[in-house]
């Protein structure tokens, strides 16, 4: 009976319903990245950059709500630093909670009033809007996502984070995105509704960020050179580490773990060979 059912709504859907446009993206542009592989970590220098990018450009929509100040400052974050094993000693760390631009929401312990006050090592990033509404609000009303596991979240990861970020060029000629979108050709979408122009309407979607970096949107500390994809590139590991802040320690101690077996199997082999050398097999 079920089958008849479903026979019965295909050929339905054939005969008065319109099949659906397939959605299209570009391919990713792949990327390689100092910690791919088993043995690959991350380059601490690129988390600082990425890390300037995030604040001084994405934090002004985006939240990281999964990492505190303090992580900043853990073993392999942006500013681990091995003279503070404790995080929250990090001075770095400590200016950047203190300076950042937004303030705690709190309450004042003797007359109960909300309140804010400068951030500390053991805040969560502080988010640029106080709620999704105000989010939505703010933004044409999409709601910009948390980037904390936004990589993790992707298919592509960095790499789909960098084509999506890199990417800032004019809009095709012929095509003309609906109001408060922008197109972008690593976005999944359709745009054949909004295309004019001759030819197959070109792959991408809408999405609702602008291209949000240039050339030297943002300046580099440590004199890397401040173009539009190495922003992108060093802002997409900055959020893979921020979806796998535990990634150097884990892959460190996965080592360690296989050096002891092969010490330790090692030893086996020859105390079975000096155990059972007079015993015939």
Known sequence: MLRKVLVLAA????????????????????QHWSFNGPFGLYDQAQLQRGFKVYKEVCSACHSINYIAFHNLGDLGGPYANPKYPNP???????????GWPRQVPDINSDTGDPIHRPATTADALVPPFPNDAAARASNGGAL???????????????SYVYSIASYNAPTPPGLTPPPGKYYNPY?????????????????????????????????????TPCTTAQEAKDVAAFLMWASDPKMDQRK?????????LGIFSTLLYFSYRQVWRNVAH
């Open 88 to 98: 929250n000693d990090n001075p770095v760390v400590k200016a950047i909670a203190a």
């Open 252 to 260: 460190q101690l996965g080592l360690a773990v296989l050096i002891y």
């Open 187 to 223: 976005f999944s979408g359709d745009v054949s509704g909004s295309w004019t122009g001759a030819g197959a309407a070109p792959v991408g979607g809408f999405i609702g960020m602008p291209p949000p970096l240039t050339d030297c949107k943002v300046t580099f500390d440590d004199g």
């Open 11 to 30: 050929l339905l859907g054939l005969a008065g319903a319109p099949a659906l446009a397939e959605t299209t993206q570009k391919p990713i542009d792949e």
């Open 144 to 158: 910009p996502p948390d980037m904390s596991l936004l990589v993790a979240a992707r298919e592509g990861g960095p």
